[in-house]
């Protein structure tokens, strides 16, 4: 781990990691589906597969320096909320997808699932 990193509170590394992670996790998941909408779908499965050994690669590592500062119910929520951050400029910027209230809605969703994990 590089030192800028470690000198960073626990929350701030994991939750960077996190996102991070999740970058790599939505193209994985979904970048296929506009690049390679034209390819057998092993192809797709493959490069998906390819690029989520990084997101794992930042992942796992997010997941145990958070361990311990966090609950894992609360590194899980952490992860939902993050996985929505970035899924929502994701879905909008490169799928062209339009902005929609429900976005705003599940949001408000997590908001509540963040509160009751961590009110404790």
């Not at 992860?79 to 951050?85: G, I």
């Not at 799928?95 to 209230?101: R, S, V, W």
Request: glycine share 6%; aromatic share 18%; with cysteine.
């Amino acid at each position: 781990m590089s030192t800028f990193l470690a000198q960073l509170p626990i929350p701030v590394q994991t939750v960077g990691l996190l996102v991070l992670s999740n970058v790599f996790m939505t193209f994985a998941w979904y970048g296929h589906l506009k690049n390679l909408s034209a390819k057998p779908w092993w192809i797709a499965a493959f490069v998906s597969w390819g690029i989520a050994l990084f997101e794992y690669l930042l992942q796992v590592p997010a997941n145990r320096i958070g361990y311990g500062t966090f609950t894992l119910a609360q590194l899980k929520i952490v992860q939902e909320v993050v996985t929505l951050a970035v899924f929502v400029p994701f879905a909008m910027l490169y799928m062209g997808q339009p902005l929609k209230l429900d976005y705003l809605w599940a949001g408000l969703c997590l908001l509540g699932a963040v509160y009751f994990i961590f009110r404790s």
